[in-house]
């Protein structure tokens, strides 16, 4: 009896346990199914989504007329499988030509276990067509007892790839790349965020690897990258491209710069370096050419420099385009010997003619005739030692030290170009800003950006201030047309039918490595017409070895370049005067000498 009441005392704990577990699972289940079902239903959902990137196209960089300089093209990478691919060796031999690639290479690529391997990368989609014609032309004859032997396991994945169409046009400007697609160096860098895309993506429900048939999609479409038209005009920055490689290669000089300018907008018309690179193909790029010299070299300018003293003595009225001074070959200052480029008796120039003949001594005394801090501060109203915001990557602001830093020798070395250092961007500035009636306006190669709409926005960060008077200006120009004359130092710069003024340089070079001068920079920086300036032009050469005075081998250049700018964009020719001013104390005495007029624009 007791052992019964034992046992029935078992069977109603044991049912009450059963009826617990049970009310336990019950709360599970209703917690599962009720209060958190959404959770796991998106955390299934979750596991079972894969998510495919829609690749977006960078935006366009094109010249001022729309002219691509560089493009996104659509290409194919093709990935495989592994685990699909049942004979290696002969499938290899089977697509390897297809894919213009060695039997080896892609034999790599498809054996193993991964069921991702990439074969070929950034193909074009002729290619990819070409594979999936020739498998299935190979697959569809197989019969049923070689159905194991078909070609499976190829994939696409569609992408883009940056092409340059003008090649090495224009390339230290442009820039390139990097293979992740994001800039690396020129524009593509400095506006990698403005002309970068946005990737949409491809959403679905997928199952042992593949999509299930039938599942929800989600698709957000990929935006292209803003598009950026360039100041550029192609056809001169191919005249400047060919006239400036010729004569690095013909002068011996490491490199050379050709930029020109609308000094009225600040917009670079042409940008041209040489040496250049293809941005098509910079795997063996050096970083040398990565560089864009005309930002980022700086150089002491010599004697185009010395428009800036001039400016000073005239804007200051310490001197006039007819000041007689006593230029002898050499000088003495702060205990140093200033030499002119040859040696020449004394002469009696004006100051006119001090600028045509480019005398280091007469230059001298014309910056005497103002103070230390009234020369240093046009030098910094005409931008040297700042950035020139033309918003070139890695621009620099050039070096001019404070008054407070100079020696004896300093202002003497400034005064005629030395002692200083700039940028082919600022040197250019400078004469665009004396063109341009005293207004300085920042260069820039942006003219707009548009939307892939067509919505196009023009530039509008351009800053602009007043460094001399239109007086001034108007006389300076003047001065400048003797330089171009028979008698001036770059008569190879003269244009029949216009009037060219503009400077020549030759400074000697500065060595960082060594610490010392070694080699020359031979410039000439000029414009035309001169009574209306249209277009400047700045030609710079470093160390060339054959020849090294700035108007025998920069003048030239320029002339190529500036005759090609004026008659392409139909510049009427305003005939070629006599020369304007007078140069020398005799032809202050001589009415031979005619005073030419200057249209103010």
Known sequence: MGNLLISKSRIKILIILIFGLFILLSCQLFRVQVVEASNYQAKAASEMKSTRLIPAPRGEITDVNGIALARSVSAVSIVVDQTQITDPDKVASFVAPILGLPISEVRNSITGSRKYSMVLKNGTPAVWDRLTQAIYDYNKVLDNKNFDKRIIGFFPERTYIRDYPSGELISSLIGFVRADGIGATGLESSMNSIITGTDGKYSYASGFGAE??????????????????????RDVQWVAAQ????????????????????????????HATAPSFDPNNTKNLTLDLMRNPSVQDVYEPGSTGKVMTMAAALEEKTITPTTVFTVPDKIRRGGSTFHDHDNHSTEQLTASGILAVSSNTGTIQVGETVSNDTLYSYLRKFGIGSKTNSGLPGESAGLLRPVSNWSGTTAPTVAFGQGYSLTAMQATSVFATIANNGIRVSPTVIAGTS?????????????????????????????????????GTAPSAAIPGYRVAGKTGTASRYDQATGRYSGYTASFIGFAPADAPRYVISVTLQTPHNGHFGGVLCGPVFKKVMTFVLQSEHVPPTGTTVLPVALTQADLSHPRVTQASVKKQ
């Open 243 to 270: 006239a400036i490689a010729d004569e690095v290669k013909s002068s011996g000089a490491s490199s050379g710069t050709v930029i020109v300018m609308d000094p009225k907008t600040g917009e670079i018309i042409a």
């Open 212 to 233: 299930i048939p039938g599942s929800q999609r989600e698709i957000i479409a990929a935006k292209a990258g803003t598009n950026v038209r360039l100041t550029i005009n």
């Open 451 to 487: 939307d892939s709409a067509g919505h196009f926005t023009p530039n509008t960060t351009r800053t602009t201030s007043r460094v001399i008077s239109e007086d001034t200006a108007v006389k300076l120009r003047l001065m400048l047309e003797s330089v171009v004359s028979a008698r």
